[in-house]
T-cell receptor
Framework: ETGVTQTPRHLVMGMTNKKSLKCEQH?????MYWYKQSAKKPLELMFV???????ENNSVPSRFSPECPNSSHLFLHLHTLQPEDSALYLC??????????????FGPGTRLTVL | AQTVTQSQPEMSVQEAETVTLSCTYD???????LFWYKQPPSRQMILVIR??????QNATENRFSVNFQKAAKSFSLKISDSQLGDAAMYFC????????FGAGTTVTVRA
C-alpha cells in the first residue's frame, strides 16, 4: 500500500450520467495529479494541483472537472462522457510539483467504462 | 512538445537472465530528471529508479541499473538476475518542467 487510495475502483456509467472519482493521500504531500491510462498509449497527465492550486490543465475537455479542497483530497467530476473516455484513471501525489526530482506515488486507479 | 519513446512494447526474459529496456526522449532542456516506474498486474505503480541529468554516473538500485546517454537522449533500464516478481509494465518518464511518460514495455519472465 503506497498511501494513495482511490474510490471507486471500478465505475460503469452512461454518457448522460454524472459521477465523481475520489483520491486521498496519507503521505503529507503537497501535490496531486490525475492521469489517464489507455492501452498502448503513453500515460496522459490531465491535471496538477500544487498546494491546492491548479497548476496544469493539459487541454482536458471540460466534461472532466477537477476539485482539490485540500492537499490530501482530489476529485475528478465526470459529466456527459464519451465512450473514448473509458480508461484507467490514476491519481498520484508528490511532495512538491515544482521539484522535478520528487517521486510520484500512485493510487491503484479507477477503471472507468462509459457505455 | 516533450516525447518519450519506448520502442519495445513487449519483452520476454528467462528467469535469472538479464533484460534491457530502451527509452529515448526529446527535450531542449539541459537539466531534468529521468525515472523508471513499474506497474505490476493489478497493482499500483511504483518507482524503480531515477537519474539526475547532471550526474554522469549511472544510477543503480540492487538488480536494476540504467545506462544514461545524455547526448543520445537515451535512458535504458537493465534488469539483472530477473525474477518472477519483475513481471510488470515498465514506464520510462522524464521531468524537465513537465512530467512525460512513455507508452510502456510489458516484461514477462519465463520460469
Amino acid at each position: 500500500e503506497t498511501g494513495v487510495t482511490q474510490t471507486p475502483r471500478h465505475l460503469v456509467m452512461g454518457m448522460t450520467n454524472k459521477k465523481s472519482l475520489k483520491c486521498e493521500q496519507h503521505l503529507g504531500h503537497n501535490a496531486m495529479y490525475w492521469y489517464k491510462q489507455s492501452a498502448k498509449k503513453p500515460l496522459e497527465l490531465m491535471f496538477v494541483y500544487n498546494f491546492k492550486e491548479q497548476t496544469e490543465n493539459n487541454s482536458v475537455p471540460s466534461r472532466f472537472s477537477p476539485e482539490c479542497p485540500n492537499s490530501s483530497h482530489l476529485f475528478l467530476h465526470l459529466h456527459t462522457l464519451q465512450p473514448e473516455d473509458s480508461a484507467l484513471y490514476l491519481c498520484a501525489s508528490s511532495q512538491d510539483a515544482n521539484r522535478g526530482y520528487n517521486e510520484q506515488f500512485f493510487g491503484p486507479g479507477t477503471r472507468l467504462t462509459v457505455l | 512538445a516533450q516525447t518519450v519513446t519506448q520502442s519495445q512494447p513487449e519483452m520476454s526474459v528467462q528467469e535469472a537472465e538479464t533484460v534491457t529496456l530502451s527509452c529515448t526522449y526529446d527535450t531542449s532542456e539541459s537539466d531534468y530528471y529521468l525515472f523508471w516506474y513499474k506497474q505490476p498486474p493489478s497493482r499500483q505503480m511504483i518507482l524503480v529508479i531515477r537519474q539526475e541529468a547532471y550526474k554522469q554516473q549511472n544510477a543503480t538500485e540492487n538488480r536494476f541499473s540504467v545506462n544514461f546517454q545524455k547526448a543520445a537522449k537515451s535512458f535504458s533500464l537493465k534488469i539483472s538476475d530477473s525474477q518472477l516478481g519483475d513481471a510488470a509494465m515498465y514506464f520510462c518518464a522524464f521531468n524537465d518542467y513537465k512530467l512525460s511518460f512513455g507508452a510502456g514495455t510489458t516484461v514477462t519472465v519465463r520460469a
